[in-house]
Nanobody, 124 residues
Framework: HVQLVESGGGLVQPGGSLRLSCAAS????????IAWFRQAPGKEREGISC????????KYTDSVRGRFTISRDDSKNTVYLQMNSLKPEDTAVYFC?????????????????WGQGTQVTVSS
């Protein structure tokens, strides 16, 4: 069993920055990819970035590319999402998710484990 715990959310002004953390624990952390999703009220869950275990390669959706950066610290079993130049439309609950086999940002159902989410609010 794997547990994912997100942290780092909060209230920030437009143009500001936040860094989210996703700490993984459990008996099997031999994952394929870890991704960040977000869900705004009344909207579907959106995959925004992922990082692959094998080589650390990354993917971003167009809405965050150039503003957000995903990274990992294997010594801490933690994945980060550095979010810069935040906009009001980035307001959402942010989730991290782990996939053990395959990963597609457009298919959240492929992810095996999920964190509880952390709220990010961008507002003046």
């Amino acid at each position: 069993h794997v547990q994912l715990v997100e942290s780092g959310g909060g209230l920030v002004q437009p143009g500001g920055s936040l860094r989210l953390s996703c700490a993984a624990s459990g008996s099997n952390l031999d994952y394929y990819a870890i991704a960040w999703f977000r869900q705004a009220p009344g909207k579907e869950r959106e995959g925004i970035s992922c990082i692959y275990s094998s080589d650390g390669s990354t993917k971003y959706t167009d809405s965050v590319r150039g503003r957000f950066t995903i990274s990992r610290d294997d010594s801490k079993n933690t994945v980060y999402l550095q979010m810069n130049s935040l906009k009001p439309e980035d307001t959402a609950v942010y989730f991290c998710a782990m996939s053990m086999v395959v990963a597609d940002l457009a298919r959240p159902e492929e992810y095996d484990y999920w964190g509880q989410g952390t709220q990010v609010t961008v507002s003046s």
